[in-house]
């Protein structure tokens, strides 16, 4: 009953939210929704009402991913990437791989009898990379355009690509459910999943006629399709409906415009029930079940480990300084999209242990808050970094 009703009355609640303009006010608050989900959570969690790890957190955190991962995976070509952006290919295909190593160190550092598979898997969820929300001035600020697309097409790119990885892994370290049969075991399970998503994104792209207008809807009810047929078949939903993404957008006619509005679109939908989801299921869970050393090597790892893995990674980029800068500290952040997969690993009982969620937990709260504080200075910055270098083009040009 739940699969179906949840993701219905979070349709209902979009549209009503979306009709009534309130989306834009939301996004301007996003610390002020995380701290009113977490005293809800707090309370209830004092009243000893339990929803962290209920159904229906279960599947609305589910949904929601899965709608977002597809819309991720079609706001870019993965095989038109490094034209697209080879900042953000540079980020994800060197930059992530260190920041996985990094945090999976700490995380076993700061807990040795964490399960490597679990650190595993939060080292990865963490390591995304954040995305500016659309409310923020760098979408519209006088930089160089590379900037901003960088920024906006690397944590949506990395999002498809990692979750279905993530989803393996957990698999691996889950123990097989025999009443399952086949797909009892769930890394195969993550596999075949991933593999029907694909056909099913290629058959749709080839046979699915495609509205026209500024906002299609064909592709939004692919999406839905493939979180239906993933419940009725037992395939693992995100991972389906992250590969039915990849695959369609490498083949279905929409243009470039059409691709990011729908990603635009769902993301500014989705923030507010992300950062209520985290702040109600998640961070009462960490603050409760973690101690102060958690929060202390999340801070560290945050402000110097992520930073440098960004740093050697742009240091040879076709950057000005100060874009390299503005670049290191910017991007990377954990924003709502971490928030939303880590949420889910600590609500789907997918066996990761508390010590490891904590940790992850907390880089995501710290990534939020320490982010949302520097990124109107980084911004700012920026904007000027860029006018002055424009004066001094300008003055040797003449």
Not at 46 to 57: D, K, L
Not at 86 to 100: H, K, N, S, Y
Not at 274 to 303: E, H, K, N
């Amino acid at each position: 009953m739940y699969v179906v009703l949840i993701p219905i009355v979070l349709i209902g609640l979009s549209i009503v939210i979306a009709r009534r303009g309130l989306v834009a006010p939301l996004l301007r608050r996003p610390i002020t929704i995380l701290a009113a989900g977490s005293a809800v959570g707090f309370l209830l969690n004092w009243a000893e009402i339990n929803i962290g790890t209920s159904v229906p957190m279960a599947v609305a955190s589910r949904f929601v991913l899965g709608m977002l991962v597809f819309t991720a995976a079609l706001q870019c070509r993965l095989s038109r990437l490094p034209k697209v952006s080879g900042i953000a290919t540079r980020l994800i295909a060197i930059c992530f791989p260190l920041t996985v190593i990094v945090y999976w160190i700490a995380g076993i550092v700061i807990v040795p009898d964490t399960a490597f598979l679990s650190a595993m898997a939060v080292a990865m969820a963490v390591s995304l990379s954040g995305t500016p929300t659309p409310a923020s001035a760098l979408l519209t600020a006088p930089v160089d355009p590379r900037l901003v697309v960088s920024s906006r097409v690397e944590a949506g790119a990395m999002l498809p690509l990692v979750l279905p990885l993530i989803m393996t892994v957990i698999g691996i370290g889950l123990d097989p459910d025999p009443q399952r049969g086949f797909f009892g075991n769930a890394a195969v399970a993550a596999v075949m999943s991933f593999a029907a998503g694909g056909s099913l994104g290629l058959l749709a792209a080839w046979f699915f006629p495609l509205d026209s207008g500024d906002f299609p809807i064909a592709p939004l009810a692919l999406a839905l399709g493939a979180y239906a047929l993933a419940l009725i078949f037992g395939f693992e939903p995100v991972t389906m409906m992250a590969a039915t993404g990849l695959l369609y957008a490498e083949e279905a006619d929409l243009s470039a415009p059409v691709r990011t509005r729908l990603w635009r679109v769902t993301e500014s939908v989705a923030t507010p029930f992300i950062l209520a989801l985290f702040g109600l299921a998640a961070v009462p869970y960490a603050i409760l079940g973690g101690g102060a050393s958690v929060w202390i090597l999340a801070l560290i790892a945050f402000l110097v480990a992520r930073r440098a893995a960004r740093f050697f990674t742009l240091n040879t980029a076709r950057l000005a300084a100060h874009e390299r800068q503005f670049l290191t500290w910017y991007g990377g952040a954990p924003g709502h999209l971490t928030a939303l997969v880590v949420t889910y690993m600590a609500v789907a009982g997918l066996g990761i242990s508390d010590q490891a969620l904590s940790f992850g937990v907390a880089v995501v709260v710290v990534g939020l808050v320490v982010g949302r504080l520097l990124d109107r200075i980084l911004i700012r910055r920026l904007v000027q970094q860029t006018a002055l270098a424009e004066k001094r083009r300008y003055g040797v040009a003449l």
